[in-house]
């Protein structure tokens, strides 16, 4: 799954506008109403607010943060983007704005970029936990767990009143299959903020990894029940919901995900899956198309969207797809896996066992070390008898 941290905060608001030292008393009134109106929820009415806030104090790095974390939670990267850069531009000694502007690097998959604005955050505030908590999510990503380990642990040692330490090491813990103390550190994350949602959340994929269903739906109702517009626990609930064969419901989360956040493209990613897992492979193109149309360096969306041209028969496409996915991630196992399906389909079983040994070599778990393995012989059989 992929996983996000809270892309809002009130405290850093709060933060920002103590460290301002200078604001006009017009952009303040109007800075002060948008952030009033972010806290209710009203994301619109507080961006016109932004917006002239920053109209009438057009040096004032602060309207410019606010408006990109608006930008921000409606995945305007770009906008989002260009705010920060100004903002930084305007006071490059604001350590929250490099946070903002990493996550975003993060969502991107420009992992170089984040880790540079992570680290400056750290070093303009080495007693802030947020850098900390947000360069571990980082290294979790990217597989380096020990660095992440020492990051979370910093986060909490600063700022063990803050749950979102927990749950960040409580997530790297479960990766690491370190059951007890993931599950500790997700309790431990509620026991502190019983209203946070990425707890309850983290607590229910948990659950459902070890097969307490009853427990793990719990979770994902209470997180949505806390927060009716959060977006990943519709989705976390869907995926559940798929995965237990309850189309309807799932469908129906990964509907109301995209409703309220209509850029977001794992909703459309996930309802995709299953439109694929229903046979519904025109409407599976078209969410995976649509993931595609936001984010073009999103290489799952062409690989699942390449397999839905093979089960069309649209072989072109479908090697198109792959192509494109293999050009932007080479070592992407699942590229060549499914790239191999493709070719034996069309009975061209040499070039699909290269595939499926090109993919064993790449896997990175042994499920999908079986799974190549089982097909890389199928094709072997299929090229001796055809």
């Not at 800075?31 to 004032?60: M, S, T, W």
């Not at 949505?224 to 990943?232: A, C, H, K, S, W």
């Not at 309850?246 to 909703?267: Q, R, W, Y």
């Amino acid at each position: 799954m992929r996983y996000l941290f809270a892309v809002f905060s009130v405290i850093a608001f709060s933060q920002l506008i103590i460290a301002q030292e200078k604001e006009s008393v017009d952009g303040t009134s109007y800075l002060k109403r948008g952030i009033a109106l972010v806290e209710k929820g009203h994301y619109n009415q507080a961006l016109v607010d932004f917006n002239k806030a920053i109209e009438l104090n057009p040096n004032d790095s602060l309207g410019y943060i606010s408006r990109g974390i608006i930008f921000e939670k409606s995945r305007n990267h770009d906008l989002a983007l260009a705010d920060f850069n100004k903002a930084i531009e305007l006071n490059p000694n604001n350590f929250l704005v490099y946070i903002r502007r990493g996550v975003i690097f993060k969502r991107k998959r420009e992992y170089d970029l984040a880790l540079a604005d992570f680290n400056k955050a750290i070093e303009l505030n080495p007693r802030g936990a947020s850098g900390y908590s947000n360069r571990g999510v980082l290294f979790r990503k990217r597989g380096d767990y020990d660095l992440a380990l020492v990051d979370f642990n910093r986060a909490i040692e600063l700022n063990p009143r803050d749950a979102s330490g927990y749950s960040g090491r409580g997530a790297l813990f479960r990766e690491k299959e370190d059951y007890d103390s993931a599950l500790a550190d997700f309790n431990k994350a509620i026991k502190l903020n019983p209203r946070y949602v990425v707890g309850y959340i983290s607590r229910g994929i948990f659950y459902e990894e070890n097969g307490d269903y009853d427990l793990a739906l719990a979770d994902f109702n209470k997180a949505i029940e806390l927060n009716p517009r959060y977006v990943l626990g519709y989705i976390s609930r869907g995926v559940f919901f798929k995965k237990r064969s309850n189309h309807d419901l799932a469908l129906a989360d990964f509907n109301k995900a995209i409703e309220i956040s209509p850029k977001n493209t794992v909703g459309y990613f996930n309802r995709g899956l299953l439109f694929e897992e229903k046979g519904d492979y025109d409407l599976a193109i078209t969410d995976y198309t649509r993931v595609l149309g936001f984010n073009d360096l999103d290489v799952m969306a062409y690989i699942r969207r390449g397999h839905c041209w093979t089960k069309k028969l649209n072989f072109h496409s479908a090697l198109t797809d792959f192509a494109k996915a293999l050009e932007i991630d080479p070592k992407s196992h699942m590229a060549y896996y499914f790239r191999g399906n493709a070719m034996a389909d069309k009975g061209f079983y040499g070039k699909a066992k290269a595939d499926y040994k090109k993919a064993i070599k790449l896997a990175k778990n042994e499920k999908d070390t079986k799974a190549a393995t089982e097909y890389q012989k199928r094709a072997e059989f299929y090229q001796l008898n055809k």
